[in-house]
């Protein structure tokens, strides 16, 4: 009979004949349908999408204050990715709700709606019966008790209440009562509710011992439900994610493309600001490094203009940091010399102890005892003089050095025949010996002298802010490493040029004019 039905005549077999045609169509050639799915929602200019309205806040729900039209950060969220589609494809597409159970929104996929968006929790289940956008919101789920109850945090529904099992309620369908039901260990009947509302109004009636819901959820109703706290910590996070059918992938890519620029862009920050959901969380929560899109490089031109001033103000610091040290170091310098040289037999030892010491150790190491260890015994100096006192105490051992070296140099001559002549040996190494030893050691001293420019780098560690460390911040924030490194090395170079070539004058013993 079921073979003569189908070859026979009338409006009985052609309809089953058309009816056979439209399976071997929707079937035999999925890419048919696949292709033209994201055609139909440009063609027709609306993205049609299911929610329920009765879920509530901050979700989808009616306005009062205008006129019961639809609500929520979802609402938004829905225009928000439309328009973003419609934009991509140069066209105009609007957003259009679609009423539905929420826990039956997915039947709806490819018969009355395009997607589903209204907080589906995105599971393993999910994955495998339907096309999931990327996520657009985290979530954690948060229980909910009377002000007055005993219960302070999950682990207190792991044992009976007064009156046996605790009753709690949650969504029906949702993430939280899947979470409950699954949980180990809570002596808890979990009843199944259609929307979140119900089951927080059954819990300040005290019908019901709790609640567990969505974390924004909780928050949105902190208000209307003063009579209710959150119990604990929230638990058991997820993402949101938007439902399409399978046979859809074109439109479901366009979404995902939406929701990356929404994302990438600010506007899905800025919505979840304007519903109080910490959109600068969700948005760190969300994103991925696809997501994040590269700075504007600045013009070479404009970045030279803006910071050039900020990097001849540091190498100001490097000359000032430079012209104080280096005098104080000479200074100490030239006097452990004489004194090793010429001074008491008990002070030489110590002298030649500080040279060691402070030979032996770090720059870096110095300028951190001074900065941070001379405060713990009263002594707190500022990082410009710390910085100073640093450098000078540093460069005075290698100072004394080669100035020991240019006192040896002077002939012992010249000290016998001024103390022939009467002077006292302070006199005669002041007045004789030093002014030709100094002579002596101004090509080395200068060479000093331009090592010290380059070592005041080193006092960024106390927070003095030289040159060095003037364009590694500089460089860090405009990403010009290269360019930016060029115009430091010059600056560098502009103020060591000059002593070095004062430095090759003394070396030949040529006079320097001014």
């Not at 948060?142 to 529904?157: H, K, M």
């Not at 012992?412 to 002077?423: D, F, K, N, Y």
């Not at 002593?499 to 070396?507: N, Q, Y």
């Amino acid at each position: 009979m079921e073979h003569a039905a189908w070859r026979g005549s009338g409006p009985t077999s052609w309809m089953r004949t058309a009816a056979a045609c439209a399976v071997v169509a929707a079937v035999g050639v999925p890419s048919r349908s696949a292709a033209a799915e994201l055609d139909a929602v440009i063609a027709k200019g609306e993205l049609v999408w299911a929610a329920d309205q009765e879920g509530g806040g901050p979700h989808v729900y009616p306005d009062p204050e205008r006129g019961g039209r639809l609500t929520g950060f979802e609402v938004d969220l829905a225009e928000l990715v439309a328009e973003e589609i419609g934009r991509k494809h140069g066209c105009t597409i609007r957003a259009r709700f679609q009423q539905g159970q929420w826990d039956r929104l997915p039947l709806l996929l490819g018969r009355s709606a395009d997607c589903v968006i209204n907080g589906i929790e995105l599971t393993p289940q999910r994955r495998r019966d339907y096309r999931c956008s990327r996520p657009y919101y985290a979530y954690a789920l948060q229980l909910i008790v009377a002000r007055d109850s005993p219960i302070r945090s999950l682990d207190d529904l792991g044992r009976p209440g007064p009156r046996g099992d605790w009753k709690l309620g949650v969504l029906t369908g949702s993430a939280a009562e899947i979470a409950i039901r699954t949980r180990q260990g809570l002596a808890v009947e979990c009843i199944g509710y259609d929307g979140t509302i119900d089951a927080m109004e059954q819990v300040a009636g005290r019908v019901l011992d709790a609640t567990v819901q969505d974390d924004c959820i909780a928050t949105f109703y902190a208000d209307r439900f003063a009579g209710l706290r959150p119990a604990g910590r929230p638990f058991d996070g997820g993402f949101y994610t938007i439902l399409t059918a399978r046979d859809t992938p074109r439109l479901a890519d366009a979404i995902d493309e939406a929701i990356s620029s929404l994302l990438a862009d600010g506007r899905l920050k800025r919505l979840y600001d304007r519903w109080d959901m910490a959109g600068r969380q969700q948005e760190l929560l969300l994103r991925t490094s696809e997501d994040i899109r590269p700075a504007p490089r600045p013009p070479l031109a404009e970045v030279v203009a803006s910071t050039l001033p900020m990097l001849l103000k540091s190498a100001g610091m490097t000359v000032l940091l430079s012209c104080l040290a280096m005098p104080l170091a000479i200074a100490i310098g030239l006097a452990i010399a004489v004194g090793r040289l010429y001074g008491p037999a008990w002070l030489r030892p110590l002298l030649v102890c500080y040279v060691e010491i402070v030979r032996g150790t770090p720059l870096m190491l110095q300028l951190y005892a001074i900065f941070f260890l001379l405060p713990k015994v009263g002594l707190a100096l500022p990082a410009i003089v710390a910085a100073v006192a640093g450098l000078a105490i540093n460069y005075s051992a290698y100072e004394s050095e080669i100035y020991r070296a240019g006192l040896k140099a002077v002939p012992v001559g010249q000290l016998e025949a001024s103390l022939s002549l009467g002077m006292t040996t302070w006199q005669a190494v002041s007045r004789v010996v030093v002014p030709q030893a100094v002579r002596l050691v101004l090509p080395p001293v200068t060479s000093d002298f331009i090592a010290l420019f380059k070592d005041t780098s080193v006092c960024s560690v106390i927070t003095v802010m030289e040159l060095t460390k003037r364009y590694s911040v500089l460089a860090l924030t405009t990403g010009r490493i290269v360019e930016l490194a060029a115009i430091t090395a010059m600056l560098y170079l502009l103020m060591s040029w000059p002593l070095s070539i004062l430095s090759r004058r003394f070396e030949h013993g040529r006079e320097v004019t001014p």
